[in-house]
Structures are given as structure tokens and as C-alpha cells.
């Protein structure tokens, strides 16, 4: 492949074709946010939410890595409960604790407070967020994608049933194996809503989505195809039908990653519990990888990062499919010269 055929900005969509590319697309997960001094500065100003409730301010957020990490695409600002909110549920984002439900959903009266999403009125400052980024990306930034996101059903419902993040999923696992017929409501209203959010993503502008499925290593195997994959499935049919590709994010699934393969994505997101040529063979080579760094090796030296980077990329083997990210979100004691480092070298080592 002759450098300059290919336009750096479609390395990430080529790469989800399997294409080959210039140089293997990297980005990170939680790309904009506490790491960057420039986030941090608008947050003594603003909440989250108050910044996912601001267009303009949210896609100036959401561009911010672009510019200071040179990472190859952009991911929208928002959070996994935005569509929630968005449907009238009282949940707040705290700080150091992350979502929290003001009346967790336990029971059949409870459910009824999920009610379809109206994309073009109940997430509005997102859809417009995504013109506006869209706009700037096509603009500036030779071409480079927008992602747009939305937690998977299981991640979701374990926030909504537990109230905020839990380490057992005590309600969670009670409710599922207890009561599977309105485990399955709960999902089933999940997974429509998640799928009409991504949809109007795509439909506003978005070229890439990922679905974050951060909580599916809580469950055995068996479980995980029974209670999760079903409703996770339904989301990646959804998408599919608009011929957009879509990334599959899990945390915790190395031991069944090929289940969660099963259930959807071009790509399938992988974390640093098994090596990425191991997991690659496990997903099958006619689907996109992307991973795996553990973030925390970030905090070490940049001498330690190097290798470790290094042997990731030699794990994919040359194959078109890779793309390089952490296998969890960046930390916020990163420093950023430490990512924009990992991606200098992730460009310039893929050549
Ligand atoms: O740059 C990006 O990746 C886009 C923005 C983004 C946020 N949340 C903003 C945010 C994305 C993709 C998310 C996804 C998200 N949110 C997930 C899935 C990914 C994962 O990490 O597993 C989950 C589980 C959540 C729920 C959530 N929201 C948590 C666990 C936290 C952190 C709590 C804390 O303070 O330690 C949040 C808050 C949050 N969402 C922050 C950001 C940048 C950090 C706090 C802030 O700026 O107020």
C-alpha cells in the first residue's frame, strides 16, 4: 500500500472493512475527559451533564483529543445514562461514583417508567453535538469519523436494577434468575431503546458505533448467552440494517469471547486478560479486532509502555483488522504525553 493513497482520516473505517491502511488506527476509550487538562478546566465551570446539555461546549469536548492526541477518530461526549435521562428517569452523574438512580427499577410498576425514546426530542443536545462534530471533522481533521455510543442492555439494566455500580450485582443476579419474565421486559425495553438511540446517531451523522457492554464478565458463560446476548444481539441487527459498522465492547470476557462475538459487532472489542492473537483466532479473522492495552501500564514508564505496545501490534500479524486502543477506559492520572506517545508510535510502527 502507497502512503498518501490512502486519506489518514478513513484508517478506522477501512480497518472495520478489513481493508489495509497506512498505519493502524488507534484511539482510546474515555479519550476526552479527566486525563486532559483542557477537559479538566471546563469542568470547574460546568457538570457533565451540564456539558452533554450544551452542543456547542460538548462537541468542542468531544474534538479535544483529536487535536491533543492526534487520535484517529473522535467519540461523542456523553454518557451511557444520557438516553435514560433523556426518557424523564432521575439519575445524576457523581463525581468519583458515577451514575446514580434516584428510584432503582425492581419490579413490573417500576418498568413502566422506561418508556420507548423519542430520539429527536429526548436526546436532542446529542444528535445536535453529532452535527455539529460531523461538521468540524469534514471540515478539518482530513475526514477522521465521529463514534457514537450506547451502553449495551446488560450494563444498563445493571445500573437501573443496583442504582449505581455495584461489585456483586447482588439486585442485578436476583432479579434475573428470580423473575425471568420481567428480566426479559426490562431487556427487551433496553434493547429497543438503545437501538433507536444508535440509530438517530447514525442517522445525525455518526459513521461508527460502539456498544458498551462494561459489566458482561459478571456472568458465567451459559448465562451470558441465556440472559445478555439475546437483547445485545438485537441492537447489533438494528444497526446492521443501516449498513453502518459497529464495535462491540465487553470487559471481563476472555473466556467466552467468542459467545460475545456471536452476539454482534465488525469488531469485537478486547480487553488485556488474554493475549489479542489468542482472542483474535477465538472471534475468527473475518471480523475486526480492537485492544488490548491494560490502561494502567500507562502510569508506568514510557520505556515499559513502548514494549508492551509493541507486542500488541506484533499480535495482530500484519492482518488488516487491528485497532489499537486500551481494554478499558484511559485512566485519569494519565498523562497526556503518555497517549499521545502510544500514538505517534502506533502510526509510525504500523508503516
Ligand atoms: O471520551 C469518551 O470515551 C466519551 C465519553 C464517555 C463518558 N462515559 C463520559 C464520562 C463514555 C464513552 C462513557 C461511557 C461510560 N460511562 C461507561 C462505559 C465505558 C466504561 O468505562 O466501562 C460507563 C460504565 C459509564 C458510567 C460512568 N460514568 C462511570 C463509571 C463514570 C466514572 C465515575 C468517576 O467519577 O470515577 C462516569 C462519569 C464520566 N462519564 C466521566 C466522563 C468523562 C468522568 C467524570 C466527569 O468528568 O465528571
Known sequence: MTEGVVAAGSRLLRTLRL?????????FMRQAGRALPEYRSIRERYSLLEICAEPELCAQVTLQPLR????????LFADIMTPLIGIGLDIDIVDGVGPVVAKPLRTSVDLERLKPIEPQADVAPQLETIRLVRSELDGSYDGRPLIGFAGAPFTLASYLIEGRASRDFVETKTLMY???????????????????????????????????????????PADYSRFVAPYSRRVFDAVATTGSPAIHFSSGTSSYIAQVAVAGGDAVSVDWR?????????????????????????????????????????????????IFNLGHGVHPRTRPDQLRRVVDWVHESGR
Not at 68 to 75: E, K, Q, R, S
Not at 202 to 213: H, K, N, P, S, Y
Request: glycine share 6%; aromatic share 6%; proline share 6%.
Open 19 to 27: 481493508q489495509p491502511v497506512d498505519a493502524t488506527p488507534v484511539w
Open 68 to 75: 491533543i492526541l492526534d487520535v484517529d477518530a473522535a467519540i
Open 178 to 220: 428470580r423473575d425471568p419474565a420481567l428480566w426479559k421486559q426490562l431487556m427487551d425495553r433496553l434493547a429497543q431503546i438503545v437501538a433507536a438511540y444508535l440509530t438517530a446517531q447514525l442517522e445525525a451523522g455518526a459513521q461508527v458505533v460502539q456498544i458498551f457492554d462494561s459489566w458482561a464478565g459478571a456472568l458465567s
Open 274 to 322: 488474554a493475549p489479542l492473537d489468542r482472542s483474535w483466532k477465538e472471534i475468527g479473522h473475518d471480523r475486526a479486532i480492537q485492544g488490548n492495552l491494560d490502561p494502567l501500564v500507562l502510569l508506568g514508564p514510557w520505556s515499559e509502555v513502548k514494549v508492551q505496545v509493541t507486542k500488541i501490534l506484533r499480535r495482530s500479524e500484519g492482518r488488516p483488522g487491528h
